[in-house]
């Protein structure tokens, strides 16, 4: 069976990561953690691979920002020294700080930050904006995402939100906008909603911490990407819990043709070099 039919027979809901089907998942062309990327209809360059801060925690304090001001700070340097140009933060990562103490030594215009807020009001998001430039030291985003979207109709009850992106978007403060869905009916709603340019998405090959089977969710993020929509995976190595198993859910997904880049939360120089040397290797492991 190749890789279409399996996909195509439901089968990857049932992967076990003991044996994984490695065949069926190699990319026909090798892909590296620091290819290029145009990134949606407003076409943002970034690296395929984004140096994440959420990959475990909560109220400000994650894996990430445990390392400390300068710790972090200075990883987020190490992987843009080494062609990671794509920073990944949130509000409710507590991320801001670092990547402001990281830009006093890389240029500004050479690295794409995306950040996410959790406001529900109009007042609040653009009170979100204006701190979050002043926490990063930016004068502009380039993606701003709606966190953790989890009703179907997110896209009626957050009008109000979306219009305040779009009027920070036409000044020129927000490059490129979107969702993080944390639901099902979520994503489906952000893979037709024509606002949504970027969409954020949970996936991996042992549905951890996701919104539905792996089957399931690539055909939403098809939809996506059917619908002109970049789509960014994040739980690639499932918040955390498959690091033991990070060969194959590399593979898995850089496999997908539906995911455009992805974000994984390095928690050390040392991981952050794995993760460089794995994707390359695993893109095209046979």
Not at 251 to 278: H, N, P, W, Y
Request: some cysteine.
């Amino acid at each position: 069976m190749n890789r279409r039919k399996f996909l195509r027979a439901g089968a990857i809901g049932a992967v076990s990561l003991h044996a994984f089907p490695y065949h069926l998942f190699a990319s026909e062309t090798k892909k590296y953690a620091t290819d290029k990327i145009f990134l949606g209809p407003r076409k943002i360059e970034l690296s395929r691979l984004a140096m994440g801060t959420g990959t475990h925690g909560g109220n400000k304090h994650y894996n990430q920002t445990k390392l400390g001001m300068q710790g972090l700070a200075d990883l987020f340097r190490a992987a843009y020294d080494q062609g990671v140009t794509f920073w990944d933060s949130a509000d409710q990562y507590g991320s801001h700080p670092n990547l402001k103490e990281a830009l006093k030594s890389v240029p500004r215009e050479k690295v794409t930050i995306m950040t996410k807020s959790n406001s529900t009001t109009a007042e609040g998001m653009k009170a979100d904006i204006e701190r979050y430039r002043q926490e990063i030291g930016t004068d502009y985003i380039d993606i701003l995402l709606m966190h953790k979207m989890e009703d179907a109709d997110w896209n009626v009850k957050m009008r109000p939100v979306m219009d305040v992106i779009d009027e920070a978007q036409a000044k020129k403060i927000v490059r490129s906008k979107g969702t993080s869905c944390h639901t099902l009916q979520a994503i489906k709603t952000a893979s037709t909603e024509p606002w949504v340019e970027i969409d954020l998405a949970r996936i991996n090959p042992a549905q951890v911490a996701m919104d539905a089977d792996p089957q399931t969710v690539i055909s939403v993020l098809k939809t996506l990407k059917k619908n002109g929509k970049g789509v960014i995976g994040m739980k690639i190595l499932g918040q955390g819990q498959l690091r033991n198993k990070a060969d194959e859910c590399l593979q898995f997904a850089m496999s997908l043709d539906c995911v455009d880049c992805v974000t994984i939360g390095s928690e050390s120089r040392a991981e952050m070099e794995d993760l460089l040397r794995k994707i390359p290797a695993a893109s095209t492991r046979g």
